[in-house]
Nanobody, 123 residues
């Protein structure tokens, strides 16, 4: 079965760092863009970062640029989101998702989603 499973979330103090992982199975991982989205309580899901199948192209939301780094290890069928300088505004459930084609910031263009992992940043 096609599956994405996020891990690595947790509680971190403001200014700290976390690395989220997205483990993929059931499909040819390198053929798909990986996108990271997040959803805070009471807010809409928003794009955070995306990476092309080869890893050669990346895209970031303005809120993430300079603090977050998206990467992937196709040999391990795993995508990553490295998050630095975290603040309370980063508190959300973080999801990874896939699409076939180019990086998109539009959530409806990603057809498979993980279950999400909670990130909580305390001040």
């Amino acid at each position: 079965q096609v599956q994405l499973v996020e891990s690595g979330g947790g509680l971190v103090q403001a200014g700290g760092s976390l690395r989220l992982s997205c483990a993929a199975s059931g499909f040819t991982f390198s053929s798909y863009v990986v996108g990271w989205f997040r959803q805070a309580p009471g807010k809409e899901r928003e794009f955070v970062a995306g990476i092309s199948g080869s890893g050669g192209n990346t895209a970031y939301a303005d809120s993430a640029k300079g603090r977050f780094t998206i990467s992937r290890d196709n040999a391990k069928n795993t995508g990553y989101l490295h998050m630095n300088s975290l603040g309370p505004e980063d508190t959300a459930v973080y999801f990874c998702a896939r699409r076939f084609g180019r990086i998109s910031t539009t959530q409806s263009q990603y057809g498979v989603w993980g279950q999400g992992t909670q990130v909580t940043v305390s001040s």
